[in-house]
């Protein structure tokens, strides 16, 4: 990303806080006022899937392994955080081994544990009390034979997991997995002592490893933190923990949220969606707000998903049809437009990722709007010259201006979508993301998006495309059922690979033959808008979060 210059010297400047730090500080002191339109989704570790919930999880609780304090592409690399060492592989990639550092206390003074890891991990088995996080351990690590139901209905411990003393942490995987750092690094790894756990009422009153713990929760309300007295500076190469004192105030209503954040009442925008469109305007207009603004890619890919199981996308035509028919200007501005909505693309991948490739298999002609000979020969490929009639399933709001832009596109070659509404609440799990609601309502075409929950290629492509993943009974992210042995294959290799060069080659591969299936209709990488108040230090865009890291922070003197 590149930072275009600014026309204010008032600030740090446009997307300073991309790829670099703003106001790098190791003053300590103050009180860091946060703001947020809306409470956390869980206050448990195990519970929580929001992205800046994941952020605030930094402060409060340390894992193995964590993503640094780093603007640049090494912040996409876990560390160790409470182990002393990446996990240790042997077994041919799956037996991983992890050592604790010594003098780990949580915020009541006693001892952290490997055992207080198995079970978090544990945890994460138990869906039926914890849902809400993500489960990609479970695979890894349960045994189809004998499965493990989770700490609260046996007392038996998960067999995959041992630890031999108190430092020691072995996990033995089903499969190699070279991503499971990252997996260490998610706040579900964090630790709970069985003593604390309460189950599904932890998130209530959580222990801390972090720098910092819960002072006071009022639902809806606010949420202050104060420090964790027994966190201990010189056991944590990743948090700098400036800030004496956070304040959190929750639910503020978003366009009052922008006034008071950009009159100084708050210092930053804990939430993930940025500046409404009211104060987009005047921040972007003025040379001085302008220079404390971010405009950063969130990471997530905003999408159309074609289905091979509905007729007549059976036929790979009738697919490539929508490709080549779609009006890449159209959706970008249906979208948002370019600063917040996203950045053109035909690929999969996000820029960041090594795996990043120029691809554009179906050009939409010099200007981007469409090449609607490539789209009618297609068509008559498919044997359905005169065009033909389908649907496109998307929800209220800034999806449904997509789904009407991709009919409008199609419809100039004869396609002849109907636009269908499904539930917003459960869009991803009983909608888009359940494949019997695609069937009944023959949801040909589909508008979606999708971020990584680790900024890997697998974090990032597999769910979408590993027929080994699509989810019968919904939250299924591979809507279009993909199930390509080679594709297949080629994930499964790049999961015993651990040379990131060759791992990048092979999910090159992978993203190759999925657009030849024409199975996903990229549009954009989305972008966000984001407010720094000129007195907090130390901010940067997180590279594997696509949000400002809130643990980093710090004020300058006199805030
Ligand atoms: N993968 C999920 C999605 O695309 C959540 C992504 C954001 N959350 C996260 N913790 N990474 O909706």
Redo the contacts with the bound molecule.
């Keep these: 990303m590149t930072a275009q210059p600014t026309e204010a010297a008032a600030g740090a400047g446009w997307d300073a806080a991309v790829g670099a730090t703003v106001n790098p500080s190791d003053r300590r002191g103050g009180t860091l006022r946060l703001v947020s339109s809306a409470d956390v989704d869980s206050l448990d570790p195990a519970r929580?899937?929001?992205?800046w919930v994941?952020l605030l999880q930094r402060m409060l609780n340390r894992t193995l392994m964590a993503y640094p304090t780093e603007p640049g592409p090494a912040g996409l690399v876990p560390v160790p955080d409470l182990a002393e060492r990446p996990g240790r592989v042997s077994d041919g990639g799956r037996t991983w081994t992890y050592r604790l550092r010594e003098n780990l206390r949580y915020d009541d003074g006693t001892p952290i544990t490997s055992d207080d890891i198995r079970h978090a991990v544990q945890r994460v088995f138990a869906q039926d009390v914890l849902p809400g996080g993500?489960t990609y351990l479970v695979p890894l690590l349960d045994d189809p034979a004998r499965r493990y139901p989770g700490p609260y209905r046996t007392t038996d411990p998960l067999r995959s997991v041992l630890t031999p003393d108190e430092r020691t942490i072995v996990f033995r995987l089903r499969r190699p997995f070279s991503d499971f750092d990252h997996l260490m690094a998610q706040p579900c790894a964090a630790p709970v002592p069985r003593r604390a756990d309460t189950g599904a009422d932890y998130g209530e009153n959580p222990r801390s490893s972090g720098p910092y713990r819960i002072a006071a929760h009022r639902p809806g309300t606010f949420m202050h933190f104060e420090r964790n007295p027994y966190w201990d500076r010189a056991t944590d190469p990743v948090r700098p923990a400036l800030p004496d004192r956070v304040e959190l105030t929750i639910g503020v209503d978003v366009d009052e949220l922008d006034e008071r954040l950009i009159a100084g009442e708050f210092d930053i925008n804990l939430e993930g969606r940025g500046l409404q469109h009211a104060a987009q305007g005047r921040v972007t207009t003025d040379g001085v707000l302008r220079s404390y603004t971010d405009n950063p890619r969130t990471s997530?890919l905003h999408f159309v998903s074609i289905q091979p199981h509905i007729p007549p996308f059976d036929n790979v035509h009738a697919r490539r049809a929508v490709h080549y028919a779609a009006d890449k200007i159209l959706l970008q501005r249906a979208r948002g437009g370019p600063v917040t909505g996203g950045d053109l693309t035909t690929a999969l991948f996000p820029p960041r990722l090594p795996a990043h490739q120029d691809l554009d298999r179906y050009p939409t002609g010099p200007d981007l709007r469409g090449d609607l000979d490539a789209a009618r020969a297609e068509l008559a490929a498919a044997g359905l010259p005169d065009g033909f009639d389908a649907v496109i399933g998307t929800q209220r709001g800034k999806f449904r201006l997509v789904a009407d832009a991709v009919a409008e596109s199609v419809a100039r070659v004869g396609i002849r979508l109907t636009v269908k509404e499904l539930d917003v609440a459960s869009y991803?799990s009983l909608g888009a993301g359940h494949p019997e609601t695609i069937r009944e309502h023959a949801l040909g075409l589909i508008v979606t998006?999708?971020?990584?929950?680790?900024p890997t290629e697998y974090g990032f492509l597999a769910?979408l495309v590993d027929g080994r993943q699509i989810k019968r009974n919904g939250g299924n992210?591979n809507i279009s059922e993909l199930d390509d042995p080679r594709v297949n294959e080629l994930i499964d290799q790049s999961l015993h690979t651990t040379d990131p060069a060759e791992r990048a080659r092979q999910w090159g591969a992978v993203e190759r033959l999925v657009m030849e299936h024409a199975v996903i209709l990229p549009l954009v990488h989305d972008k966000t808008l984001h407010f720094r108040n000129p007195w907090v230090t130390n901010v940067y865009v997180h590279p594997a979060?696509g949000l400002y890291d809130v643990q980093a922070m710090g004020l300058a003197p006199d805030h």
């Design positions: 929580t899937y929001y992205v994941w993500p997530f991803f998006d999708w971020g990584a929950d680790f769910p992210w979060f």
